[in-house]
């Protein structure tokens, strides 16, 4: 479930989504400058759901799936990201998105998926543009250990996935 462009209200004072007329291309950009380090949001008003293109995963589980049911379901995939989804806390309410690296006002937002996503419901080709960009982005179990160590962040689950992936072979 995504917000609209027609009965568009923001969800977060420091957000707003920017809409595009290409499908999926519209961004959530951040209204302020936001230091490394800095919680963005707590990620409120989520819901469990199917996995879909629009939920995040928090679990290694078929089930472990929820819907952001904000604004925050625009933020798009960089192989180079500038925020964290901080899935890390047994306590859901303390779940936060927050900064890897200084966030200038005006920036759009942007995070690794298959640092929550085992195995993507949609793959698409990435066009993060960053020198690292590892092209088509499926999820996590298509990519090697080595290009998850890349990342500065990752959440449990995708690691003790990639690990039996790794051991089973
Ligand atoms: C949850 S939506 C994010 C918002 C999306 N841009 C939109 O306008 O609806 C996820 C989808 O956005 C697109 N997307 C996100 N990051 C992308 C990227 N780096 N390159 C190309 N498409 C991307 C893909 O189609 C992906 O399945």
């Not at 078929?62 to 379901?73: G, Q, R």
């Amino acid at each position: 479930m995504k917000p609209v462009k027609e009965a568009y209200i923001p969800s977060h004072p420091d957000f707003i989504v920017v809409f595009s007329t290409g499908n999926f291309s519209s961004s959530l950009k951040a209204l302020r400058t936001f230091n490394v380090g800095e919680k963005l949001a707590l990620l409120e008003g989520i819901t469990k759901a199917p996995k879909a293109y629009t939920t995040v995963q928090c679990g290694p589980g078929p089930h472990d799936h929820f819907e952001l049911n904000s604004d925050l379901v625009y933020v798009n995939h960089s192989c180079n990201p500038n925020i964290a989804f901080d899935l890390s806390s047994p306590d859901p309410s303390e779940w936060h998105i927050r900064a890897l690296k200084r966030i200038i006002k005006g920036t759009s937002l942007t995070f690794f998926y298959p640092s929550t996503e085992w195995d993507m419901d949609q793959a698409f080709v990435c066009e993060c543009r960053s020198s690292h960009c590892l092209g088509i982005i499926k999820g996590a179990k298509y990519l090697t250990k080595t290009e998850l160590c890349t990342q500065q962040w990752i959440n449990s689950w995708i690691w003790r996935l990639s690990a039996e992936k790794e051991s089973s072979k």
